[in-house]
């Protein structure tokens, strides 16, 4: 059922629609908290749906909500859970959000 739901949710985070994908990284930013390690299945559709466009996009209100997420995953969920998506995503990465996910794993 999380696979389902998530799977959904994913694609509003890969939106075309700027004001879509950035209600639903907002959305993202306020259930992480209370769903915290119960992401654990879903972290590996999550994380790449987070970082791939939005951390580097030039729209600051999408660049903001995506730091925000990534932030909120941080201080919400299992840092082991979070060590092999952010590294496989870091090695593919350019540009800010490459930069911002490093800091984030130092």
Same mark, same amino acid.
């Given at each position: 059922?999380?696979?389902?739901?998530?799977?959904?949710?994913?694609?509003?985070?890969?939106?075309?629609?700027?004001?879509?994908?950035?209600? $639903? #990284?907002?959305?993202?930013?306020?259930?992480?908290? +209370? *769903?915290?390690?119960?992401?654990?299945? @879903?972290?590996? %559709?999550?994380?790449?749906?987070?970082?791939?466009?939005?951390?580097?996009?030039?729209?600051?209100?999408?660049?903001?909500?995506?730091?925000?997420?990534?932030? $909120? #995953?941080?201080?919400?969920?299992?840092?082991?859970? +979070? *060590?092999?998506?952010?590294?496989?995503? @870091?090695?593919? %990465?350019?540009?800010?959000?490459?930069?911002?996910?490093?800091?984030?794993?130092?």
């Amino acid at each position: 059922m999380l696979f389902q739901i998530f799977d959904a949710f994913t694609s509003r985070l890969h939106e075309s629609n700027s004001k879509v994908n950035q209600v $639903a #990284l907002e959305t993202m930013h306020k259930m992480i908290p +209370l *769903l915290k390690d119960n992401l654990s299945p @879903v972290i590996s %559709l999550l994380i790449p749906a987070i970082v791939d466009n939005n951390l580097n996009s030039k729209n600051p209100g999408i660049y903001a909500a995506a730091t925000n997420v990534i932030q $909120a #995953l941080c201080q919400h969920v299992d840092n082991y859970l +979070l *060590l092999q998506p952010f590294c496989m995503k @870091v090695q593919l %990465l350019n540009g800010k959000a490459k930069q911002d996910l490093a800091e984030k794993l130092a």
